[in-house]
């Protein structure tokens, strides 16, 4: 494996900003991501077209809780409620930004938001997403946005939900692919930029592999001043990586999205149900 | 005609040679009170007597040293009565502004205070413990899952509704809504109005269904979250009950003898378990007030001040029941005190800051409080008395028992009190209480009276020598020799005027034998001799004598007229005591006495001027009456007399120179002179008889120090009152002139005696035919009478007589 193309140099980290609390979790992790990286950070806020169109109708009403009686929409009062949501984004990135001493700059579009994102991340070499949007569901269902992305963003995407943030240790799962190579490659960098210890999942259905993995994995990684632990996963399910992940006290999750045998829905099962930020590669 | 009395009786020694010892350091030491039977009988049923109101007065002037005496017999009874209970407050949990009281056996107090401090630190570990294990986390979370899934499928299942019709629900800054949707995109308003219009009716009415039941499931959200909530506490209830209820049990059947320890442990395990959070808490997430982290008070460890037991009477190291003395018995310091503190500009106050008071430390007990301290403290004799009625301690603040103060406050479980309360006073305070105070009486039913004199007999003088060597011992003094102890007795006798009486002023016996003992080391001496005696009674009264010697000096020098010898009509030596508190001393004056034709008016010059008090014009007036009923009855007492002490300026009361004031009245009339090398005291009463004095000591010293220093002529002498004799214990250089036939004492009985003896001629006595011997001063007084009377009926005879002419 040649190591300078498996670099995965992370420059200018894309995050999508909505307002709602996993957005605001995403934004911590990726302004930390950035200060440990030394790179940018641009903030993105969509205005949803659909949400502009839709408070054109004659019949539109919004429902907020704690009030339980709707309110009739019209445009231009969206319109401004979406300016507010833009300025406090625009204020949450410029603070945490400042905070960190990162680099960072703030735009807002008009459009469809998953077009939108998915175009704004080929500027960028990481999209950071708050998990969902949702606020009155409680447990945490992947976003259309956030869906849309697994499938189909050209860039590795950060995926963090409310109440969490980066934490050490990092876990990769390898599998020998070249998506899992790159995940390793990020999850070496990290690791380093945030000063601990690695654990390395390596993924085989029989040990005879697991073991050629792990030295293909050690002689790669070798040089490097890490402190590399590895696992051995027969099968990569949610409930299997659920476990693995408590018991490492796993603070990161890296995830070559071409793993062989992971599907989208297997990856999107995966997304859901653990609780810590999971950073998607794709190769 | 009466003889002097013999040096003998003028001073009662003490003969040395009836005491066996040599010195007071062979005497035992003596353990009871002596001289103080009465005092001592009302003591022990005073502290035996257990009904209600029983509590102790004791009179007796400071001098006494009562306190110390009591003092000391109510600790040696106290010791062989049972300790009393420990008391502690705890918090009520249920209206912590009653704190409960719990009563405890003696030394529990802190014990039990332990067990708690012990639980809640075990606690502080075990919880956090508790509410992080596998099973409790699992539990919980089944729990939140269950909230989650219910809200998820809710909101979920209405999406799916939507979504069959062609409907999304869309999260927008201004809540949820729904909207048609064509390919993942909302229709804009002009592709809407395009549709049909029974298709846009559809939508209308179904986003209006769909939005109907989006807003009920709005609306169970709260009820559900507080299902949740309620269903967590009750898992956290359910642990913790479990986890401190094994902690606990150990202690319920380590007090399971003591009911109302167990009832607080129960109350204390319900708080801790509705309270679990707070041992969960790291002491920096404990509230703050406006971003103003609370003061110490009630952060931190102090949280868990509300498990603390505020033991506020421990008698762990006590043996038998407490004697407590209150030297500063203000209400507070006798009832209690409820302490605040401050936090943020407000007072606030717990059951920990219950301060005891003397009555707590004494409950079960023995009080002491000096009666004048008590009652000069403002609300102290009236806080005292109430709780004393109500035979408990109900602690009440000042401020808020006279509404001044407006602060969080407690009402503290009053607690039952039985103590002896025991008053130090005077004699005075304690007729003024009986007299004034209606419930004095009711509440302190047992005086003690202690007798301020003991009678001078063999078996006392040895007592006396005990106590002597005792108080050496306590004071740290050097042992008196027996000729010592002696002279203490004699002057015990001479304090208290009384040749029979010894004086029970231990205070000033005590200052006289730290005195001698000064001068024995002064004179190098190892044991006190009787003349460091001497001299620790002569200092005494040296530092103490500068107004009698002033005195002395004025007559000395003419200032003060007193004739020493020679005769002289109606003009006679009184003398009066001048008391300094300390020290008293006797001063002769001048008595004169005029008469002439009157009304029958015998005039006290004193009382004219109000220099006189009411008992001398009593005398004055008892002696006017004497002369009218012996002399002369059948005729109108027909004189105008007046009497006065010459050059006395600072007013005379009492009746001692009644006699005196007779005598020159009766030399007066009878125009017979008096010897003024005698001099006269005592009092005399309508029939003649002549009464007992106080003083008598000091007024024969008085004016034997005046004849003394004009020298000694053998004539001079004093008249005293027979019954006064008893009293003498007259100074050495008087009682050695009167041996030598150079000062005499008279002990008179009535005014016949004295009138012989300061004349010279026989008072007589009326005969058969009812006159008086011829020449007698009885017979020249009435003649005198009797012609002054005549002179006045004739005047007024011819009065009428003129009248008559006109």
């Given at each position: 494996m040649?190591?300078?193309?498996?670099?995965?140099?992370?420059?200018r980290?894309?995050?999508?900003?909505?307002a709602?609390?996993?957005?605001?979790?995403?934004?911590?992790?990726?302004?930390e991501?950035?200060?440990?990286?030394?790179?940018?950070?641009?903030g993105?806020?969509?205005?949803?077209?659909?949400?502009l169109?839709?408070?054109?109708?004659?019949?539109?009403?919004g429902?907020?809780?704690?009030?339980?009686?709707?309110?009739?929409?019209d445009?231009?009062?969206?319109?401004?409620?979406?300016?507010?949501k833009?300025?406090?984004?625009r204020?949450?990135?410029?603070?945490?930004?400042?905070?960190l001493?990162?680099?960072?700059s703030?735009r807002?579009?008009?459009?469809y938001?998953?077009?939108?994102?998915?175009?704004?991340?080929?500027?960028?070499?990481?999209?950071?997403?708050?998990k969902?949007?949702?606020?009155?569901?409680?447990?945490v269902?992947?976003?259309s946005?956030?869906?849309?992305?697994?499938?189909?963003?050209?860039r590795?995407?950060?995926?963090?939900?409310?109440?969490v943030?980066i934490?050490?240790?990092?876990l990769?799962?390898?599998?020998?692919?070249e998506?899992?190579?790159?995940?390793l490659a990020t999850?070496?960098?990290?690791?380093?930029?945030y000063?601990?210890?690695?654990?390395?999942?390596?993924?085989?259905?029989?040990?005879?592999?697991?073991?050629r993995?792990?030295?293909?994995v050690?002689a790669?990684?070798?040089?490097?001043?890490?402190?590399?632990?590895?696992r051995?996963l027969?099968?990569?399910?949610?409930?299997?990586?659920?476990?693995?992940i408590?018991?490492?006290?796993?603070?990161?999750?890296?995830?070559?999205?071409?793993?062989s045998?992971?599907?989208?829905?297997?990856?999107?099962?995966?997304?859901?149900?653990i609780?810590?930020?999971?950073?998607?590669?794709?190769? | 005609?009466?003889?002097?009395?013999?040096?003998?009786?003028?001073?009662?020694?003490?003969?040395?040679?009836?005491?066996?010892?040599?010195?007071?350091?062979?005497?035992e030491?003596?353990?009871?009170?002596?001289?103080?039977?009465?005092a001592?009988?009302?003591?022990?049923f005073?502290?035996?007597i257990?009904?209600?109101?029983?509590?102790?007065?004791?009179?007796?002037?400071?001098?006494?040293?009562?306190?110390?005496?009591?003092?000391?017999?109510?600790?040696?009874?106290?010791?062989t009565?049972?300790?009393?209970?420990?008391?502690?407050?705890?918090?009520?949990?249920?209206q912590?502004?009653k704190?409960h009281?719990?009563?405890?056996?003696?030394g529990?107090?802190?014990?039990?205070?332990r067990?708690?401090?012990?639980l809640i630190?075990?606690?502080?570990t075990t919880?956090?413990?508790?509410?992080?294990?596998?099973n409790y986390?699992?539990r919980?979370?089944?729990?939140?899952?269950?909230?989650?899934?219910r809200q998820?499928?809710?909101?979920?299942?209405?999406?799916?509704?939507?979504?069959?019709?062609g409907?999304?629900?869309?999260?927008?800054?201004?809540?949820?809504?729904?909207?048609?949707?064509?390919?993942?995109?909302?229709?804009?308003?002009?592709?809407f109005q395009?549709?049909?219009?029974?298709?846009?009716k559809r939508?209308?009415?179904?986003?209006?269904?769909l939005?109907?039941?989006?807003q009920?499931?709005?609306?169970?959200?709260?009820?559900?979250?507080?299902e949740?909530r309620?269903k967590?506490?009750?898992?956290?209830?359910?642990?913790?009950?479990f986890?401190?209820g094994?902690?606990?049990?150990?202690?319920?059947k380590?007090?399971?003898?003591?009911?109302?320890v167990?009832?607080?442990?129960?109350a204390?395990q319900?708080d801790?378990?509705?309270?679990?959070?707070?041992?969960?808490?790291?002491?920096?997430?404990?509230?703050?007030f406006?971003n103003?982290?609370?003061s110490?008070?009630?952060?931190g460890?102090?949280?868990?001040?509300r498990?603390q037991?505020?033991?506020?009477?421990?008698?762990?190291?006590a043996?038998?029941?407490?004697?407590v003395?209150?030297?500063?018995?203000?209400y507070?310091?006798?009832?209690?005190?409820i302490?605040?503190?401050?936090q943020?500009?407000?007072?606030?106050?717990?059951?920990?800051?219950?301060?005891?008071?003397?009555?707590?430390?004494?409950?079960?007990?023995?009080?002491m409080?000096?009666a004048?301290?008590?009652?000069?403290?403002?609300?102290?004799?009236e806080?005292?008395k109430?709780?004393?009625?109500?035979?408990?301690?109900?602690?009440?603040?000042?401020?808020?028992?006279?509404?001044?103060?407006?602060?969080?406050s407690?009402?503290?479980?009053p607690?039952?009190?039985?103590v002896?309360v025991?008053?130090?006073?005077?004699?005075?305070?304690?007729y003024?209480?009986?007299?004034?105070?209606?419930?004095f009486?009711?509440?302190?039913?047992?005086?003690v009276d202690?007798e301020?004199?003991?009678d001078?007999?063999?078996?006392?003088?040895?007592?006396?020598?005990?106590l002597?060597?005792?108080?050496?011992r306590?004071?740290?003094?050097?042992?008196?020799?027996?000729?010592?102890?002696a002279?203490?007795?004699?002057?015990?006798?001479?304090?208290v005027?009384?040749?029979?009486k010894?004086?029970?002023?231990?205070?000033?016996i005590?200052?006289?034998?730290?005195?001698?003992?000064?001068?024995a080391?002064?004179?190098?001496?190892k044991?006190?001799?009787?003349?460091?005696?001497?001299r620790?009674?002569?200092?005494?009264?040296?530092?103490?004598?500068?107004?009698r010697e002033?005195?002395?000096?004025?007559?000395q020098?003419?200032?003060?007229l007193?004739?020493t010898?020679?005769?002289?009509?109606?003009?006679i030596?009184?003398?009066?005591?001048?008391d300094?508190?300390?020290?008293?001393?006797g001063?002769?004056?001048?008595?004169?006495?005029?008469?002439?034709?009157?009304?029958?008016?015998?005039i006290?010059i004193?009382?004219?001027v109000?220099?006189?008090?009411p008992?001398?014009?009593?005398?004055?007036?008892?002696?006017?009456?004497?002369l009218?009923?012996?002399?002369?009855?059948?005729?109108?007492?027909?004189?105008?007399?007046s009497?006065?002490?010459?050059?006395?300026?600072n007013?005379?009361?009492?009746?001692?120179?009644?006699?005196?004031?007779?005598?020159?009245?009766?030399?007066?009339l009878a125009?017979?002179?008096?010897r003024?090398s005698?001099?006269?005291t005592?009092?005399?009463?309508?029939h003649?008889?002549?009464?007992?004095?106080?003083?008598?000591?000091?007024?024969?010293e008085?004016?034997?120090?005046?004849?003394?220093?004009?020298g000694?002529t053998?004539?001079?002498?004093?008249?005293?009152?027979?019954?006064?004799?008893?009293?003498?214990?007259l100074?050495?250089?008087?009682?050695?002139?009167?041996?030598?036939?150079?000062?005499?004492?008279?002990?008179?009985?009535t005014?016949d005696?004295g009138?012989?003896?300061?004349?010279?001629?026989?008072?007589?006595e009326?005969?058969?035919?009812?006159?008086?011997?011829?020449?007698?001063?009885?017979?020249r007084?009435?003649?005198?009478?009797?012609?002054?009377?005549?002179k006045?009926?004739a005047?007024a005879?011819?009065?009428?007589g003129?009248?008559?002419?006109?």
């Amino acid at each position: 494996m040649n190591k300078q193309e498996s670099k995965a140099a992370i420059r200018r980290i894309l995050v999508a900003l909505d307002a709602s609390s996993h957005s605001l979790a995403a934004l911590e992790a990726a302004a930390e991501l950035a200060a440990r990286m030394e790179a940018e950070l641009l903030g993105l806020f969509v205005e949803d077209i659909n949400i502009l169109q839709l408070a054109e109708l004659p019949f539109a009403q919004g429902v907020s809780y704690p009030f339980t009686v709707g309110q009739q929409l019209d445009k231009s009062k969206m319109e401004r409620a979406l300016k507010v949501k833009a300025e406090q984004a625009r204020r949450a990135l410029a603070t945490t930004a400042k905070q960190l001493h990162v680099r960072w700059s703030f735009r807002t579009v008009r459009g469809y938001i998953t077009s939108e994102v998915l175009e704004a991340a080929l500027e960028a070499d990481l999209l950071t997403l708050g998990k969902s949007s949702r606020q009155l569901a409680r447990r945490v269902e992947l976003g259309s946005t956030a869906r849309e992305a697994i499938a189909r963003a050209p860039r590795p995407v950060l995926l963090v939900q409310h109440g969490v943030s980066i934490k050490q240790p990092v876990l990769v799962v390898y599998d020998g692919s070249e998506s899992a190579k790159q995940a390793l490659a990020t999850g070496a960098d990290m690791a380093q930029a945030y000063g601990d210890g690695l654990v390395v999942l390596i993924l085989a259905e029989i040990s005879d592999v697991a073991q050629r993995l792990e030295n293909e994995v050690t002689a790669w990684l070798q040089g490097r001043k890490l402190q590399v632990g590895y696992r051995w996963l027969d099968k990569l399910d949610a409930q299997s990586l659920i476990q693995t992940i408590q018991t490492e006290r796993g603070g990161i999750l890296i995830l070559g999205s071409e793993s062989s045998d992971l599907s989208l829905e297997t990856i999107q099962e995966i997304l859901e149900k653990i609780n810590c930020p999971v950073l998607l590669i794709r190769h | 005609m009466i003889k002097p009395l013999n040096p003998k009786d003028l001073y009662r020694s003490c003969d040395p040679n009836q005491f066996t010892f040599e010195t007071t350091a062979d005497l035992e030491d003596l353990t009871e009170i002596i001289g103080q039977a009465r005092a001592v009988e009302a003591i022990h049923f005073g502290t035996g007597i257990q009904q209600e109101g029983y509590n102790l007065f004791v009179i007796g002037s400071p001098e006494t040293a009562k306190q110390a005496v009591i003092r000391q017999f109510l600790k040696r009874k106290a010791v062989t009565e049972p300790t009393p209970s420990d008391w502690c407050y705890v918090n009520n949990f249920s209206q912590p502004h009653k704190p409960h009281a719990l009563r405890l056996p003696p030394g529990q107090g802190i014990i039990l205070r332990r067990d708690v401090e012990q639980l809640i630190e075990e606690l502080r570990t075990t919880i956090p413990a508790v509410f992080e294990s596998e099973n409790y986390r699992t539990r919980r979370q089944v729990i939140e899952e269950e909230f989650k899934e219910r809200q998820d499928k809710a909101f979920k299942e209405l999406e799916q509704q939507a979504k069959e019709r062609g409907i999304a629900l869309l999260q927008t800054p201004l809540g949820l809504a729904f909207a048609p949707m064509r390919r993942d995109r909302v229709l804009n308003p002009e592709e809407f109005q395009r549709l049909p219009e029974s298709e846009r009716k559809r939508i209308e009415s179904e986003v209006a269904a769909l939005q109907e039941q989006l807003q009920d499931i709005i609306r169970k959200i709260p009820q559900w979250e507080r299902e949740i909530r309620e269903k967590i506490k009750a898992l956290n209830h359910e642990v913790v009950m479990f986890a401190v209820g094994h902690l606990i049990d150990e202690l319920r059947k380590k007090y399971t003898v003591l009911p109302e320890v167990v009832s607080y442990l129960n109350a204390l395990q319900q708080d801790i378990s509705n309270n679990a959070e707070d041992f969960l808490r790291r002491p920096e997430e404990m509230p703050a007030f406006i971003n103003i982290p609370e003061s110490r008070f009630l952060t931190g460890a102090s949280a868990f001040r509300r498990y603390q037991v505020n033991v506020i009477v421990d008698h762990s190291t006590a043996q038998g029941a407490p004697v407590v003395y209150e030297d500063y018995p203000t209400y507070q310091n006798l009832i209690g005190r409820i302490e605040h503190i401050s936090q943020l500009g407000t007072l606030v106050t717990d059951f920990n800051l219950i301060k005891p008071g003397a009555l707590h430390r004494a409950n079960g007990g023995y009080l002491m409080l000096d009666a004048h301290k008590v009652l000069t403290q403002p609300f102290a004799w009236e806080g005292l008395k109430r709780v004393l009625r109500a035979r408990k301690i109900h602690m009440t603040s000042l401020g808020q028992m006279l509404d001044l103060i407006s602060t969080v406050s407690l009402e503290p479980e009053p607690i039952p009190l039985n103590v002896k309360v025991v008053l130090l006073g005077d004699q005075l305070l304690y007729y003024l209480l009986c007299q004034f105070d209606p419930e004095f009486n009711e509440l302190f039913k047992v005086v003690v009276d202690f007798e301020e004199r003991m009678d001078r007999t063999l078996e006392n003088n040895l007592l006396y020598a005990r106590l002597i060597g005792t108080l050496t011992r306590k004071e740290g003094l050097r042992p008196l020799e027996r000729s010592a102890v002696a002279r203490v007795i004699e002057h015990s006798a001479r304090i208290v005027g009384d040749a029979e009486k010894l004086s029970t002023h231990i205070r000033r016996i005590t200052d006289l034998l730290r005195e001698a003992n000064y001068w024995a080391g002064e004179a190098g001496h190892k044991i006190v001799n009787a003349f460091d005696v001497q001299r620790a009674i002569d200092a005494q009264i040296r530092r103490v004598d500068r107004i009698r010697e002033r005195i002395q000096e004025e007559i000395q020098r003419g200032t003060i007229l007193i004739d020493t010898d020679g005769e002289k009509i109606g003009q006679i030596n009184g003398l009066s005591v001048i008391d300094l508190g300390q020290f008293a001393f006797g001063r002769p004056s001048r008595i004169t006495a005029r008469v002439r034709l009157g009304k029958g008016e015998v005039i006290d010059i004193e009382r004219e001027v109000e220099l006189g008090g009411p008992i001398h014009s009593k005398g004055v007036l008892i002696l006017s009456s004497f002369l009218s009923t012996r002399y002369a009855i059948d005729k109108p007492l027909s004189l105008f007399a007046s009497l006065v002490f010459e050059q006395s300026y600072n007013g005379v009361e009492g009746d001692s120179a009644s006699s005196a004031e007779l005598y020159a009245l009766l030399s007066a009339l009878a125009e017979v002179p008096i010897r003024q090398s005698l001099a006269v005291t005592g009092s005399v009463n309508q029939h003649g008889q002549v009464q007992a004095i106080g003083g008598v000591n000091e007024k024969i010293e008085g004016f034997f120090d005046i004849c003394k220093a004009r020298g000694l002529t053998g004539k001079q002498g004093v008249l005293i009152p027979a019954s006064n004799v008893k009293h003498l214990m007259l100074r050495r250089d008087v009682v050695e002139a009167a041996a030598a036939g150079k000062f005499h004492i008279y002990p008179v009985e009535t005014v016949d005696e004295g009138i012989e003896i300061l004349t010279g001629i026989p008072a007589g006595e009326r005969d058969e035919t009812g006159n008086f011997p011829e020449g007698s001063i009885n017979q020249r007084v009435e003649a005198r009478l009797i012609a002054l009377a005549e002179k006045r009926m004739a005047l007024a005879a011819s009065a009428k007589g003129e009248n008559a002419h006109e």
